[in-house]
């Protein structure tokens, strides 16, 4: 690994100049997240973010791909402070999201995770019924009328396309469905919070390939209401529903672009290399 | 290789070993509740009535007890009762000096509110000045309405008793207040001496209003007295003494020579139920043990009650928000130690703490007027339950650990990640999933609390309590009180009482009712634990 170093480095000093085409593209679309200078630290020996500046557009799907390990799943946790649960950890410079630093001590932390959704690489259904599931985050953030839940679970549960399956048992354990069932569930009850971003680390990569078409399918639907951030290793499926895909490296950011121009005609040859497998 | 060592490798010796070790702790384990259930169960049933001639012509009657074999001496102890006339109930008896034993027809068994069994035959059934003989006609069932009659007339006695009480209560309450004006010297003062005039018209006023009541009941009372007095039985030993017997002092009697099984399975069914549900008799010997079996279960209730919040929200303060290092650890490993501290040192603890410290500072502050009669300040079922609950706090404490270390992590951060605060995420995803964590803790505690009787004794247990923890009377839960224990029973009855040889089926029977009790308690809580797993089986696929 020691020459991708190398050359990684190479690559993210030189970006700063060269990168017009994203800039070019961007420059039409409206900014959700940015990221300055961002560093971040398991520990003072363990450094797992080095320098990212990424600019995240709204309404958007925006795939991470790179090898294991490289930081992706730790990227996508600060943007909602996840990782605020780990001991020891911190970061150095600024996650703005909507032109705020999620960072600073202003922010109300639950306020900021409703606004951010979260959907894991193992479906986490709470012990509890379906709709219990569903309802969790407004309860949580305070909606307590039960004619209110109940539109609020319809609504998240249609457009987490699980409503025709599950419409008539809402009440049975929601531990009793198929994982690929379970996972759609999971990213309803992050819609039923009804926030600006969702973010996904590998949703489907648990996943049999019909249950993954599924998924595809959903979040395809979903890019009309929401900016999506989505981590995958799967180079077909980031090219089938992302609009933009970031290339990460050992904790850096080697290249950002278009799905279609990452895919196509990288400016990095090393990108290249990845995407056609070459290493990886 | 060789044989020797081949065989030492598979470790065969080890394994044996282990067995035996298993086997020998099961064994005594399942022998002692065997005499447990044999010696306590077997103490209801009626037993034959025998009367023996010994060849120096002496006779006995009673029950057959137990048998001893001393190289060639053969000797058998029976129970002959009338402790009244004998002095103490038990005799051990040569069997080469037995002349003959038989099993009388007439032979009766008296169960008496004190003195314990009379063993006899009945000669003549008296209901006020009149006497029934054998010789006109059946005086049993002359006998058996003689005694529902005594039992009748005893109850009225009761109850006027009571109504007298009643209706003098305001006046006695009224003269304690005047009397305690008086000590005070109320008179020095002007209000003082008024007070004291008006309460003394009152009570005066108060005095001749009931007069005539008063007098009426007494007099009903007096006859009720002597009419259950001439209500009783003449009998006779079986060595010619003559004894009457008041027939409301007889709690039942019987002839069990002539009853068949179903009789007697039948009379065992009461004596059963007597045994869970009545009050015991002669210092603890007879009767039942209901109040000690309603002290012990109230006991674990209030100590659940204690134990379980404190227990869990410790763990969970220590689990889930404080920082991890080495002050954790600390409180854990000395969390766990506390669990090996002798019970006794609880006790004295209690002692200490709650009841002097806590009970006497509230009767400072509350119950200042009674003092110097303490009010809280002396043992009672509150006192004796925290007690226990301290005592059990470390087992609530380690469980409920275990129960939220299972909590997958993937859940709390799904809770955390839809915007729950910490507190909701404990409270909505931790706390349902360390359910089952949490009732073994429960169950483990109850377990240790329920047999405990060393702390116990020093914080509010008695071996007879007057009044149970719970009753009809405001504000109907007196935790005050001190209370009766069945592990403190067993110790009372069968080592403090001043008639061990008659008291040691008791013990038996008692053990067997505590071993119930904990076993029943334990059930109820893994029948809770075992639905509440099925509800939260971890996520699958
Ligand atoms: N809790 C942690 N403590 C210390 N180091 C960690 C921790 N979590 C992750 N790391 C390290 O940080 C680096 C980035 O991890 P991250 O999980 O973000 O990688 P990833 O790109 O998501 O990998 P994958 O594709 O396998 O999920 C890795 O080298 C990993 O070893
Ligand atoms: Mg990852």
């Known amino acids: ?280 | 290789m060789s044989q020797m060592s081949y065989f030492k490798k598979k470790g065969d010796p080890y394994i044996f070993a282990a067995g035996m070790g298993l086997i020998i702790s099961l064994g005594m384990v399942a022998w002692i509740l065997i005499v447990i259930l044999a010696k306590g169960l077997g103490f209801f049933w009626p037993r034959d009535l025998v009367e023996v001639t010994l060849d120096d012509g002496k006779k006995y009657l009673g029950e057959m007890w137990e048998k001893r074999d001393d190289y060639d001496r053969h000797e058998t102890q029976l129970k002959n009762g009338n402790r009244d006339l004998y002095g103490i109930d038990f005799v051990w008896m040569d069997d080469a000096n037995i002349v003959s034993s038989e099993y009388p027809e007439g032979a009766f068994t008296f169960e008496r509110m004190e003195y314990g069994n009379f063993y006899g035959y009945i000669v003549a059934v008296n209901v006020e000045n009149q006497a029934v003989t054998a010789v006109d006609g059946d005086i049993v069932s002359k006998a058996y309405d003689a005694f529902e009659l005594a039992h009748q007339t005893h109850d009225e006695v009761v109850e006027t008793q009571q109504e007298i009480t009643d209706l003098t209560e305001p006046l006695t309450r009224l003269q304690r207040e005047i009397s305690l004006l008086e000590i005070d010297r109320a008179d020095r003062t002007e209000e003082g001496r008024a007070l004291l005039e008006r309460y003394r018209k009152e009570a005066n006023e108060m005095e001749q209003a009931i007069a005539e009541e008063y007098l009426a009941l007494n007099s009903e009372l007096e006859k009720l007295v002597i009419k259950d007095r001439s209500i009783f039985l003449s009998v006779r030993t079986t060595d010619g003494r003559n004894k009457d017997l008041q027939l409301s002092h007889v709690v039942r009697f019987f002839a069990p020579n002539q009853m068949g099984i179903f009789e007697k399975s039948w009379h065992y069914m009461g004596k059963l139920w007597e045994f869970v549900a009545d009050d015991p008799r002669e210092a603890n010997t007879e009767g039942g043990v209901f109040p000690a079996i309603f002290g012990t279960v109230m006991m674990v209730i209030l100590m659940s009650i204690a134990v379980v919040p404190f227990g869990v929200m410790a763990a969970i303060y220590l689990n889930e928000y404080a920082k991890q290092g080495v002050v954790t650890r600390f409180i854990r490993l000395s969390v766990n130690n506390l669990a090996g501290v002798p019970s006794i040192v609880f006790g004295v603890f209690g002692l200490g703490f709650f009841i002097y410290f806590v009970g006497g500072s509230i009767d400072q502050l509350l119950f200042s007027d009674k003092l110097p009669e303490p009010t809280l300040g002396t043992g009672g079922i509150l006192w004796a339950s925290l007690t226990l609950a301290l005592l059990t706090l470390p087992v609530v404490v380690v469980a409920t650990e275990e129960g939220l270390l299972a909590v997958p992590r993937a859940n709390k951060e799904g809770a955390l990640a839809l915007g729950a605060t910490r507190w909701q995420m404990i409270r909505k995803v931790v706390l349902p999933n360390a359910m089952p964590g949490i009732l073994t803790g429960l169950i483990l505690a109850i377990s240790r609390g329920a047999g405990e009787v060393a702390p116990l004794m020093i914080t509010g247990v008695v071996k007879l309590a007057p009044t149970l923890a719970l009753d009809a009377t405001f504000p109907f839960l007196h935790l005050d009180r001190k209370f009766m224990h069945l592990g403190f029973h067993i110790y009372d009855v069968g080592f403090q009482s001043p008639n061990v040889e008659a008291a040691k089926p008791m013990v038996y029977s008692t053990a067997l009712l505590l071993i119930l009790i904990v076993i029943l308690l334990n059930i109820v809580a893994i029948y809770v634990r075992n639905n509440l797993r099925k509800r939260y089986k971890s996520s699958t696929f």
């Open chain 1, 1 to 280: 690994m020691m020459n991708y170093q190398e050359e990684v480095d190479m690559v993210s000093q030189t970006d700063k100049q060269e990168q017009t085409h994203l800039d070019d593209v961007l420059a039409k679309e409206r900014i959700v997240i940015e990221t300055d200078d961002l560093d971040f630290y398991y520990n003072p020996e363990v450094k797992a973010l080095k320098n990212i500046n990424i600019r995240i557009p709204d309404k958007k799907v925006t795939a991470f791909i790179g090898p294991s390990g490289c930081g992706k799943s730790t990227l996508l946790r600060c943007f909602n402070r996840m990782n605020d649960l780990i001991p020891g950890a911190y970061l150095e410079g600024k996650v703005m999201i909507e032109d705020a630093d999620i960072y600073s001590e202003k922010i109300r932390l639950e306020e900021l995770r409703k606004r951010v959704g979260m959907v894991f690489q193992k479906s986490n259904p709470f012990p509890m019924s379906i709709w219990e599931n569903v309802a969790f985050g407004p309860r949580v953030n305070g909606i307590q009328g039960k004619s209110d839940l109940d539109e609020i679970v319809e609504f998240a549960l249609k457009q987490g396309d699980l409503w025709r399956e599950v419409k008539d048992r809402l009440d049975s354990s929601a531990l009793d469905l198929s994982g690929g069932q379970q996972q759609r569930l999971c990213i309803a009850r992050t819609l039923a919070n009804k926030p600006e971003i969702i973010l996904m680390d590998e949703p489907a990569s648990a996943l049999d390939p019909i249950s993954t078409g599924k998924i595809e399918e959903t979040i395809n639907e979903l890019k009309k209401d929401y900016t999506i951030v989505i981590v995958t290793h799967n180079m077909q499926q980031a090219a089938r529903i992302s609009d933009y895909t970031a290339f990460m490296m050992l904790g850096e950011m080697v290249e950002m672009d278009t799905t279609k121009r990452i895919f196509t005609n990288p400016s990095v040859q090393m990108t290249e290399d990845y995407i056609t497998g070459r290493f990886g």
